[in-house]
């Protein structure tokens, strides 16, 4: 199966699985919270699901997960698009949430996305061992909260109204929180409902979450809204620094591209067995949205 299949495949048992998990609540908020997961690449999700695979993980314990993550995912973006934050209209082409209902729902379906991803990784069905349960528990905690994304997101506000702009070490800092963090989750995931060593492929996870960044700012400044499904060019408005405007379009995507083989470079230990997860880390680089 080729990459494009298996993704599309993913994206579906995925959405799948957000559908009965979420069917127990109800409500506008319990709406908004399904409109919220609908849709966008799944990517985190997807990456749960592979690196599992890679250890036999029955895939009911890898689907849970990868809704785990997808309903972080899901309320950062909720919540990234709020007027207090990044003020955004559009996301995936669509209304974002407080503008289809209004920021009080906005804010609650967040909410609750979170708590139900804790909810779904502490339950027996992920994993027989609470010990394993406890664990995705807490890294997703650590990984999502004020020490990883949230930090990250705190950071890049922070720095709109900083007397000078960040540097390279400082915005790859702030992204390795705020982007990084939730694509090393689910690879640690993976690893961890296979009780295996996760050190190789966190190191992939790194690679490929700094690489999927600079991808989205050679996006913003090279892309167009149609096709990527929210507004472009915002950054350079706000006079925001990102890698492309401190390193240059050609220099970011060389360092994008150095990034992809280190990554592929860091699943060899699997052998084939990675050829999927080696297709992701150059989707990253590639994509249109």
């Known amino acids: 199966m080729n990459f494009q299949t298996a993704l599309r495949a993913a994206q579906n048992e995925i959405a799948d699985a957000l559908h009965d998990l ?154 390795r929180l705020k982007t990084g963090r939730l694509l090393e989750w689910p690879c640690r995931a993976g690893a961890l409902l296979g009780q295996a060593d996760a050190a190789p492929l966190l190191q992939y996870a790194a690679d490929i979450g700094l690489a999927f960044q600079i991808a989205d700012d050679l996006l913003d400044v090279e892309g167009d809204a149609a096709t990527v499904g929210k507004a472009v060019g915002k950054d350079a408005q706000a006079g925001k620094a990102t890698f492309v405007s401190l390193m240059g379009a050609d220099a970011a995507r060389a360092r994008a591209e150095a990034l992809v083989q280190s990554a592929q470079e860091a699943l060899l230990p699997f052998g084939d067995r990675a050829a999927t997860l080696a297709a992701v880390a150059r989707y990253v680089v590639t994509r249109d949205k």
């Open 22 to 175: 979420l069917a127990p609540f109800d409500g506008p908020v319990a709406d908004a919270m399904r409109y919220a997961t609908a849709g966008g690449k799944r990517l985190r999700g997807f990456l749960v699901l592979e690196t599992a695979g890679l250890f036999d993980v029955p895939r009911v314990q890898a689907l849970r997960a990868a809704a785990a993550i997808e309903a972080v995912h899901a309320y950062s973006l909720i919540h990234d698009d709020l007027p207090c934050m990044d003020d955004d209209d559009l996301r995936r082409g669509q209304p974002t949430v407080h503008r289809k209902w209004d920021e009080a729902t906005a804010v609650l379906a967040g909410d609750a996305l979170q708590t139900a991803a804790f909810e779904w990784l502490s339950g027996p069905l992920t994993h027989p061992d609470p010990a394993i349960r406890a664990e995705l528990v807490l890294t997703l905690a650590r990984d999502a909260g004020a020490a990883g994304m949230v930090r990250g997101q705190a950071l890049d506000i922070a720095a709109e109204t900083a007397a000078e702009p960040l540097d390279l070490a400082q915005i790859t800092e702030l992204q």
